[in-house]
């Protein structure tokens, strides 16, 4: 028992890390697929740690945050919550959300340290730690290669 235990927190911390097999040199950053897999396992491995239900990854949600990211990273809008009113309605029409969140962050490394820095603000962690159901992660890259970072937590 103390073995499978040992063996999942050594995936999760594998995962978290952005590590992967292929070599460094030829791909540096992680993918944005394996970001949001990683964030995703670190979220609700925090959760599950305090007895609260894993969330859900939702492709619309997904979406939503993915073109808030974007906009950040295009330099349409500054990294803030700009047009959170919009994405809550589009959200809560498209997937019938009663409740939304949202957690942004630009220039990390990798997930562990995103999610390290969402745990350590108190406003950010209070909607990681919310009665939320379902999650959307979206990332993108500006043109320096600078990632943007936004996390779309809700009620469905």
């Excluded at 890390?17 to 925090?46: F, M, T, V, W, Y």
Aim: with cysteine.
């Amino acid at each position: 028992m103390k073995r499978s235990a040992n063996l999942i927190l050594l995936i999760i911390t594998v995962l978290l890390s952005g590590s992967s097999c292929r070599d460094k040199s030829e791909d540096p950053k992680p993918s944005h697929e394996e970001l949001q897999a990683a964030i995703l396992i670190g979220i609700n491995h925090h959760r599950v740690s305090l007895g609260l239900t894993a969330l859900k990854e939702n492709d619309i949600l997904d979406r939503i945050a993915t073109e808030h990211s974007a906009n950040m990273a295009d330099g349409d809008i500054p990294l803030s919550h700009e047009g959170f009113v919009q994405r809550f309605e589009q959200a809560s029409k498209e997937t019938g959300a009663s409740a939304i969140g949202e957690n942004v962050g630009s220039n990390y490394a990798n997930a562990a340290e995103l999610v390290k820095a969402w745990l350590a603000s108190d406003e950010n962690r209070e909607n990681i730690e919310s009665d939320y159901t379902h999650v959307g992660i979206g990332i993108a890259d500006d043109a320096d290669g600078n990632r943007f970072f936004t996390q779309l937590l809700a009620r469905i």
